[in-house]
């Protein structure tokens, strides 16, 4: 545009010298003919009005020369104006295509990022839908209890071998513990049982004062104690049992809130003998379970082995005496068998003698038998 606004304006400046030009020279001619008019009128002589046109033509000659220099340079600078105009069109065509290709290299990315988007949007919308579904669950007592089992028969399962424990099991005094854990005495059977204070949790994190906190802080501490009490009474029976049970918390949350703040509640489940555990810290517990299993699996095994490595030497024993039996009559056979090849080369050698003493025999029969060859004469010749 700045471009185009000069060429005008250059344009405009020619055509206004041109303008000029012609003024000038109609006003030149206009002065003469009344210079002429009034030399004619005043009798000026005729050398005069020849001088007056002489410079009037010579006036003439430099108004077309300077108007043929003002066309040369009007049409220099038209073909200068192009020639800009023509690289700026270039120059504008090339930016003007490098721009499309940034402009449509750009758009292709923002439609992934966008697609990327729309997809991570789903997904949030999923993961809300779940989460409505998750406290809808943990609203419901009932539910938020189920949740908790479901979580401890995950873990128990997963690491468990299936014979080590038993779901919904019944106890001696009718009770039903969410999960037995079968460990052989000592220490014996051990209860685990799920319990979600989630109301009393949030009532603590909820309290807006602090009269309501340490109102909470009590709901919540007793909300622990009355579930420690009710698995120490209920799941720990002498002579069934372990001497302890375990209290199953599935949030890490109410666990580390529990552990922080209120380590007086944790101090009178331990002297109740009911640990509590988290999600985490129970895969601790059920890994040492496990590999207390194993060791008494390999304790039952050693005495199986045991009783069969004493029935092998036993075994072995009497492999020594029948080999030991089976090597005296090698070194019998051995005996009777040199005792066997003795008589062979005795037989043998009275053989060679027989055999020997025919031979002779018979040279001698058939020497007697042949008969004797006749003399021979010779004939001598002179």
């Known amino acids: ?56 033509s010579s006036l003439e000659g430099r108004i077309a020369q300077m108007a043929q220099v003002s066309a040369q340079q009007q049409e220099e600078i038209k073909r200068t104006m192009h020639d800009r105009l023509d690289k700026v069109s270039v120059r504008l065509g090339q930016s003007l295509e490098k721009s499309g290709e940034t402009t449509g290299k750009s758009l292709g990315e923002l439609k992934e990022r966008l697609a990327v988007i729309d997809e991570a949007q789903k997904n949030i919308t999923d993961l809300s839908g779940q989460m409505v579904g998750l406290q809808d669950i943990l609203s419901n007592k009932q539910a938020r209890g189920a949740f908790g089992e479901i979580q401890l028969n995950d873990l128990v399962s997963s ?36 319990k979600f204070p989630l109301e009393s949790y949030h009532r603590l994190h909820n309290a807006e004062n602090e009269a309501e906190f340490k109102k909470a802080q009590s709901f919540f501490k007793a909300d622990i104690t009355k579930h420690v009490k009710d698995i120490s009474e209920k799941y720990i029976i002498n002579g069934v049992t372990a001497e302890s049970a375990l209290m199953f918390l599935p949030s890490e949350a109410v666990y580390a809130e529990l552990h922080s703040n209120f380590s007086d509640v944790v101090e009178k489940s331990y002297r109740a003998k009911v640990w509590i555990v988290s999600p985490t810290t129970l895969m601790a517990t059920l890994n040492t379970v496990r590999a207390v299993l194993k060791d008494a699996r390999m304790r039952e095994q050693a005495g199986i082995i045991q009783k069969h490595v004493t029935t092998l030497l036993d075994d072995v024993e009497r492999l020594d005496e029948r080999v030991e039996k089976l090597r005296t009559h090698f070194d019998r056979a051995d005996k009777d068998i040199d005792l066997i090849s003795t008589s062979t080369r005795k037989i043998t050698s009275k053989v060679d003698t027989i055999e020997k003493i025919q031979m002779e025999e018979e040279d001698a029969v058939e020497q007697a038998i042949e ?3 006749p003399p021979q004469i010779k004939l001598l010749v002179d």
């Open 159 to 194: 690491i468990l071998p299936p014979n080590a424990y038993e779901f919904q099991a019944t106890m001696e005094n009718g009770k039903r513990a969410d999960c037995l854990i079968k460990l052989p005495n000592p220490p014996g059977s051990i209860v685990v049982d799920a």
């Open 1 to 56: 545009m700045i471009i185009d606004q000069n060429m005008m304006i250059l344009i405009g400046m020619g055509i206004i010298a041109v303008l000029l030009i012609a003024v000038i020279f109609i006003v030149h001619i206009r002065a003469n003919q009344e210079r002429v008019e009034r030399a004619s009128q005043s009798a000026l002589n005729q050398e005069q009005l020849i001088n007056m046109m002489q410079a009037n």
């Open 371 to 373: 008969p004797k060859s």
